[in-house]
């Protein structure tokens, strides 16, 4: 199966790639990886126009076949999925182009990929926040102080709507910056998100998407930025008794959870108040 979104049909009947086999020769040409993998390869696609356009293709394969996704979509298709929520919901994402299959005669799933529009200059938050010298405090912390809010906004969007992303980390938050304008937020990479709107367990999903963020925030953030995260996400202007104690339920499930990555010397403590 091979799926094309409308503003790139033209391109790809121009290539001729209309099956899921001629887009993977067409990105990844050579020996197909006789292992389970994972490859990212970023490419470029011939417009009608003869102009080109930066791509990234991610291709899933599976040896032997799985029965895993046996009557359930591909994680190349949930992904090209959930990219559609985050347009819905407003959030600047990669642009999604298109996905495909190819299942054996069981319909087991042997490889899939999801082909995305590369988003140019853009680096990862961690490396964004991590960024060289030459920039003065005012302007650091400013810049800084942006992207946190627009993490906290987005953050709460999706959740407010019952998406869960379950991956949502450092790596899959990219940032485009050009002065003298604001810093702009991407969201990329999010194969396992999904509605969940009944069970038990959203409270817990919720606090683990809070955690996945604040496991990298505790190595490159203040504790006063990560509390005005949470004071952002929750729309407080002080660390009032719900903030207190979402931020300790965040600290217990990173605890829990990640115990080789723990960064707190005082876990049990939530994080001053501030207004940066």
């Known amino acids: 199966m091979l799926i094309v979104a409308a503003a790139f049909q033209d391109a790809f009947a121009q290539l001729g790639l209309d099956t899921p086999a001629l887009v993977r020769a067409h990105f990844l040409p050579g020996p197909i990886p006789a292992k389970t993998t994972v490859i990212v390869k970023p490419a470029t696609l011939v417009q009608p126009d003869g102009s080109s356009m930066e791509v990234f293709y991610k291709q899933y394969e599976y040896a032997p076949p799985t029965w895993r996704f046996l009557g359930r979509p591909s994680k190349a298709r949930c992904e090209y999925d959930n990219y559609g929520v985050f347009m819905r919901l407003e959030l600047p994402c990669a642009h999604r ?26 680096v990862s938050l961690k490396e964004f926040f991590q960024a060289p010298a030459g920039l003065t405090s005012s302007l650091r912390r400013s810049l800084r102080r942006t992207l946190r809010n627009q993490l906290a906004d987005m953050t709460r969007r999706i959740h407010a709507a019952d998406f869960y992303h379950h991956d949502l980390v450092w790596r899959n938050l990219l940032v485009t910056w050009r002065a003298p304008a604001a810093p702009q937020l991407w969201w990329i990479d999010c194969p396992r998100g999904g509605f969940v709107r009944w069970s038990p367990g959203r409270e817990r999903r919720r606090i683990k998407d809070l955690a996945s963020l604040d496991k990298v925030a505790s190595q490159v953030c203040t504790r006063t930025e990560r509390a005005a995260f949470i004071r952002a996400y929750l729309g407080r202007p002080s660390l009032d008794v719900e903030a207190r104690k979402l931020i300790r339920a965040v600290l217990a499930y990173r605890r829990k959870r990640w115990p080789k990555d723990w960064h707190e010397t005082r876990p049990a403590t939530p994080p001053t108040a501030g207004h940066s």
């Open 97 to 122: 182009m298109a996905w495909g299959e190819e299942r054996d005669g069981w319909g087991r799933l042997r490889r899939a990929f999801i082909l995305t529009q590369a988003i140019p200059d853009a």
